[in-house]
């Protein structure tokens, strides 16, 4: 029953890839025929997500708190679209609540709980799987609490974190990688903290951009020259307009067919094209062309269109960039 339990659910698998990435960091081999699986599907069946969590644990074997390391290091970017949506709130509040609906997404064992207990909240993480579970937890709430601090500018302030199992090193290492104090033992996994924190505005649109960009340039980056990626990158640039079912009959395949190629290269066609129009955006108003002439050319209905997504982009209007670039 475990077993057929435990086939039933499934991980995005661009979270899977930082695992097989931290793997390959720590010296650990992931056999060909499981890489092979990753690059044709867009989830991961837990079978394999358990089998890569055996391996980055024997690649770590001196290392008790590496998972809770390999958490601290995820970004919004391993999250899937849950990390761009958690991106795009106003608040710490709002992307908890984001966080709490949508986390099935990123994994669809293990469920995540607002608790509200007078002038605290407890964000409480209930795994379903029982493999690895401790060192899972542990990278799982390790996230948290480093996107909340990212994403707050460093604001933001664990009270504590609690844990359901025994503490796995010295209590203090725990402490010096969270931030908080840290207690086992306890009755819920949970990422405590004072209530008044969910009020914390999250990144500003020049800091998100920062982030955006460097993730776009790494995307960009590792397109391979003959890879399906690449081909849709060629057919954007030279029809910007085009949407991806047309992109998609360009390349002989349906839409879908096309998202799943695309998501074997951990991209996806919304944020490639998104970063390819934000480039081109930017070097036809460096070469002088009109604001008006690059929206309509980029495929934006109208000029109000393309300034939201340029400001979205950049932190400003067309017309602010266009300016400082004709000094």
């Known amino acids: 029953m475990e077993s057929m339990l435990r086939e039933g659910f499934s991980v995005t698998a661009r979270f899977s890839h930082a695992l097989v990435e931290a793997i390959t960091r720590q010296g650990g081999q992931v056999p060909a025929a499981m890489r092979q699986a990753f690059e044709t599907q867009d989830r991961v069946d837990m079978a394999r997500r358990e089998a890569l969590w055996s391996l980055f644990i024997a690649a770590c074997p001196d290392d008790p708190l590496a998972a809770l390391r390999l958490g601290t290091d995820l970004q919004a970017g391993h999250l899937d679209i849950v990390g761009m949506l958690l991106l795009s709130c106003d608040t710490l509040g709002d992307g908890l609540e984001v966080l709490t609906e949508c986390a099935p997404i990123i994994g669809d064992n293990a469920d995540f709980e607002l608790v509200v207990l007078g002038a605290q909240v407890q964000l409480r993480y209930a795994p379903g799987y029982v493999l690895c579970q401790q060192q899972r937890v542990e990278a799982a709430l390790g996230c948290v609490v480093s996107l909340a601090r990212w994403m707050t500018n460093g604001r933001f302030r664990a009270s504590e974190v609690l844990l359901a199992h025994a503490a796995r090193a010295d209590a203090t290492a725990y402490e010096a990688l969270l931030g908080c104090p840290v207690r086992f033992n306890q009755p819920v996994n949970a990422v405590c903290m004072d209530a008044s924190e969910r009020s914390h505005a999250l990144l500003q649109a020049g800091s998100l951009h920062q982030h955006l960009r460097a993730l776009a340039d790494g995307m960009l980056a590792s397109l391979a020259h003959d890879g399906v990626s690449a081909r849709v990158q060629k057919l954007i640039r030279a029809h910007p307009r085009w949407g991806k079912e047309r992109i998609a009959e360009q390349l002989g ?61 950049t932190g400003e209007s067309p017309a602010q960039y266009a300016k400082i670039w004709k000094k």
């Not at 349906?254 to 490639?272: C, D, P, V, W």
């Not at 998104?274 to 309509?296: F, K, N, P, T, Y």
Request: charged share 25%; no cysteine.
């Open 253 to 313: 395949m349906s839409g879908r067919h096309l998202n799943r190629k695309l998501a074997a290269e951990a991209i996806s066609f919304k944020g490639l094209r998104e970063a390819l129009l934000h480039d081109m955006a930017l070097q036809a108003l460096r070469s002088g062309q009109a604001i008006a002439a690059v929206g309509e050319a980029l495929g934006f209905s109208d000029d109000n269109a393309f300034a939201r997504a340029f400001r979205r982009w």
